[in-house]
């Protein structure tokens, strides 16, 4: 049986070293999001952490999960970039797939990692799809910002996963889902199979708070079910704690 892919989220912020606070909150809530949808038995990797976010990290990530660790991924955090990672695990840049805007085409579940018979009459299986599925972050800016150029220059190949931006915790999740799972994002250039599941979207949701107070997100969510079934309405798939985090940066804007 192929083991699952591994997923790496390789950090791209400039973060301020001297701050009490490495992580922000709503990136250590993406993050835990990611280990949830991602899911048990795979890895998420956090890549280029400098050693004082890499203790921050561990300690938030490890008392975020340990009331509920039993369905999420494992992580492994990173001093090393993406680069090193996959050499220490004689992991060939080809069998690492960089989520791009700009990729050429849609994942797929073609992407996924598989094994093949040689057909050079030798025993050895030949490995084809992606081992690794590596994203920039902390992304998420709202207008988007290329930082994935950084990553795109290395040469990895890129696939996309449509033309609307996503939160970083949604791209692992859609990915996961389309490449492991068999869904479709419902785009025009993606293999179409019959039968296969589409992931429902809801795009640039409002989230209202009561008194009037609502903000419109800049971003592609899937559909949260259960929160959907109770509001009888599509709601985005978001971290837990995310909406009350965005409702108390909104109250604090209406502070004077």
């Not at 025993?123 to 800016?141: H, N, S, V, Y």
């Not at 996503?166 to 419902?186: I, N, S, Y």
Request: charged letters at 25%; one cysteine or more.
């Amino acid at each position: 049986m192929t083991a699952r892919p591994q997923y790496v989220i390789e950090h791209l912020e400039d973060l301020d070293v001297d701050s009490p606070s490495t992580f922000p909150q709503w990136a250590l809530l993406e993050y835990t999001h990611m280990l949830e949808l991602v899911g048990s038995g795979s890895t998420v990797h956090f890549t280029s952490l400098s050693p004082r976010n890499i203790d921050s990290l561990r300690t938030l990530l490890t008392s975020s999960s340990s009331s509920s660790s039993a369905g999420r991924a494992n992580f492994e955090l990173h001093t090393q970039g993406i680069l090193s990672l996959i050499e220490s695990v004689n992991v060939p840049l080809e069998q690492v797939c960089l989520l791009d805007p700009k990729g050429p085409l849609p994942v797929s579940s073609n992407d996924a990692p598989r094994e093949t018979a040689a057909q050079d009459g030798t025993t050895t299986a030949k490995q084809e799809g992606f081992r690794f599925f590596l994203f920039g972050g902390i992304l998420g800016d709202d207008p988007p910002r290329d930082r994935t150029a950084i990553l795109r220059q290395m040469g990895f190949p890129g696939r996309h996963l449509g033309p609307v931006q996503m939160t970083t915790d949604t791209a692992v999740g859609v990915t996961k889902r389309v490449v492991e799972d068999g869904m479709l994002m419902g785009l025009d250039d993606e293999p179409q199979r019959q039968g296969a599941q589409k992931i429902k979207w809801v795009q640039y949701p409002e989230l209202k708070f009561g008194r009037g107070e609502s903000v419109e997100m800049p971003f592609r969510y899937m559909v949260d079910p259960v929160r959907s079934e109770k509001s009888g309405t599509d709601e985005p798939l978001m971290p837990e704690g995310m909406r009350e985090l965005i409702k108390r940066d909104l109250d604090r804007s209406f502070e004077f």
